[in-house]
T-cell receptor
Framework: GEDVEQSLFLSVREGDSSVINCTYT??????LYWYKQEPGAGLQLLTY?????DMKQDQRLTVLLNKKDKHLSLRIADTQTGDSAIYFC?????????????FGTGTRLQVTL | DVKVTQSSRYLVKRTGEKVFLECVQD?????MFWYRQDPGLGLRLIYF???????EKGDIPEGYSVSREKKERFSLILESASTNQTSMYLC??????????????FGSGTRLTVV
């Protein structure tokens, strides 16, 4: 079955880079996603990467995909206090009727001054 | 602005009560999902629906049922609420036609406490 793993907590200083890591198990995943959840809110899609790509950059966000090791990472450059949130990686799995997402446990990012 | 709306942000129910959690989306999405979120466990899929009146079990369907009578509305039902169903419940929708790059759109969540 699918399993997505993340470390639970990361603390960085404001202005530093944050790197959040994720490992997944389903090698047939077509898309991999990063979602952000701010306190008391639902999940917001941050970015995604297609499985035939190695890297995707979107302003301060860089996604790296190592398909051989089934490893996904999200780098946030110049981390700000507004980046404090829980970050979830997710892989898509085709069930035959719909694509469903399997989420990791989430990494809580704490940004300190 | 497209939306997934969950009817309640906070809900307190008694053990044994029948509980309805409602979710409505205005994006004409075919697929709708119910997840529960617990600390350290991430999001776990309870049920999903890929069409009106169609449903499939997710990873943790026990103790839950769902109803999708109209395309825009997906209801999660706790037949007899128990304290271990105290959790944050998140509804999401997605389009089959849009392709995977759009992921899901989530509601703000319903925090359910069963006492």
């Amino acid at each position: 079955g699918e399993d997505v793993e993340q470390s639970l907590f990361l603390s960085v200083r404001e202005g530093d880079s944050s790197v959040i890591n994720c490992t997944y198990t389903d090698s047939s995943s077509t898309y991999l996603y990063w979602y952000k959840q701010e306190p008391g809110a639902g999940l917001q899609l941050l970015t995604y990467i297609f499985s035939n790509m190695d890297m995707k950059q979107d302003q301060r966000l860089t996604v790296l995909l190592n398909k051989k090791d089934k490893h996904l990472s999200l780098r946030i450059a110049d981390t700000q206090t507004g980046d404090s949130a829980i970050y979830f990686c997710a892989e898509s799995t085709d069930t035959g009727t719909a694509s469903k997402l399997t989420f990791g446990t989430g990494t809580r990012l704490q940004v300190t001054l | 602005d497209v939306k997934v709306t969950q009817s309640s942000r906070y809900l307190v129910k008694r053990t044994g009560e029948k509980v309805f959690l409602e979710c409505v989306q205005d994006m004409d999405h075919e697929n709708m999902f119910w997840y529960r979120q617990d600390p350290g466990l991430g999001l776990r899929l309870i049920y999903f629906s890929y069409d009106v009146k169609m449903k499939e079990k997710g990873d943790i369907p026990e103790g839950y049922s769902v109803s999708r009578e109209k395309k825009e509305r997906f209801s999660l039902i706790l037949e007899s609420a128990s304290t271990n169903q105290t959790s944050m419940y998140l509804c999401a929708s997605s389009s089959s036609a849009a392709g995977g790059g759009y992921g899901y759109t989530f509601g703000s969540g319903t925090r359910l406490t069963v006492v």
